[in-house]
């Protein structure tokens, strides 16, 4: 590795859900320069969201070739990867090119599917082996389905040609120009066919969901050498992958058993660090791989929020309501509460601890004297009031939450990080790079590159603390509100 330690810049491509970014840190954790374009949304039928693979590959190598570009890649010791997750992308191994629309994680197509095996029996085993439940959230129904629906993925499965990975092994393939078929395990961990507790594709899942083996990427650890990419004009490794929430733990250093990180972007996703054994969940959570690195596992308890800065973007350009994003936070500053507004987003179903696929958002107490303003300020306490759910769900499995951590795009917002406070009741800290997820993946790349001994070694060095709110108010009455509101969108 002494051949990186000249260069002073990680480059990390964050392939996320609605854009796609690179961007170059410094030893220090710094920002020096970034690339962000938006990646089209596909929704084909009602419950279907689809990404063009094609896309997110094209879009990847600009973002990266103009960070490139603007720093000098003499200057890049290595790259990091992170991404959406769950996401389903099938290709063909001769060709390089996609042979279907890759299946976001939002998609709820297979919802019949996974409520059928549920009625079969099988969630135990499921969740025995993954951490996970039976939901079309995951990737193996997606990848079952698409193999019976699809003639050219069967055909291609059944000619050897099929590669299937989840978003960070379809861009490993193109970025090693198809030497690497590889999948980092925090991603694996998430497809619903890895046993949690070997890091290894399990045999009696694979049959379950009718998903072919020889189509899988090999499951490896998060840090070290893994592909070399000559994309950007010189071989420059990939020396550190994971999937984006696993890297926003790492990035918030939630690296000892109990530390517990919120990252709010397109949907919001609530870890809590358990330590070196899988945990159990009794209350709907999910368990998870922290990381993997040198072959040995670390592991959280995962709380999965399908819609967050979604909400925000479905009342920007499905209801016209705002220009902005950056508008929400005078919006809710404008109006004292939200003139008795609630608003249940569950524009994609509902995530733990609830697992309602079917659930469809839900707006209560309009009244003629509402305004846009009480409807964006329902739609940000909405984000308070799911986490809440889960740190509810966190404290019922024996988690001692004591404070929040928060990062992600929509955390920018002071108002939001305040009622998030106010809303669980407990202190909430921002740190000054809210960019967590890729600054993850900064730290595991320094890590496998070289730069770095361990985890904590990097936190030190790149991770530095930003604002504090601390919670004031009752939380009770609207607490109850809400409750009331969810249990009107669970019994539709």
Partial sequence: MERFMNADLILVLDAGTTSTRAIAFSRAGEIVASAQTPLTQHYPAPGHVEHDAAEIWRLSARCLEEVAETVGVERIAALGLTNQRETLVLWDKQTGEPIAPALVWQDRRTAPRCEALKAAGHEAMVQAKTGLLLDPYFTASKLGWALETWPDVARAAKAGRLAAGTVDSWLIWKLSDGARHITDA?????????????????????????????????????????????????????????????????????????????????????????????????????????????????????????????????LRDGLGLIGSAQETEALARSVTDTGGVQFVPALAGLGAPHWAPEARGIITGLTAGTTKAHLVRATLEAMGQQTADLIEALRADGVPVQALKVDGGMVGNDWLCQDIADSLGLPVSRPRVIETTALGAAMLAGLGCGWFKSLAEAAAAMVHAGRSFTPQGNPAPRRKAWQQALRQTLAR
């Fill in 186 to 314: 925090t991603n694996a961990s998430r497809t619903a066919l890895m046993d949690l507790a070997t890091a290894r594709w399990d045999a009696e899942l694979l049959a379950l969901f009718g998903v072919p083996a020889e189509c899988l990427p090999e499951i490896t650890d998060c840090a070290g050498p893994l592909a070399i990419t000559t994309l950007l004009g010189r071989p420059l490794a990939i020396t550190g992958s994971a999937g984006d929430q696993q890297a926003a733990s790492i990035g918030q250093a939630c690296l000892n058993a109990g530390d517990i990180k919120a990252t709010y972007g397109t949907g919001a996703f609530v870890l809590a660090h358990a330590g070196a054994a899988p945990p159990q969940s009794d209350h709907r959570l999910l368990a998870t791989l922290a990381w993997r690195l040198g072959g040995e596992n670390a592991y959280a308890l995962e709380g999965s929020i399908f819609v967050a800065g979604a909400a925000i973007q479905w």
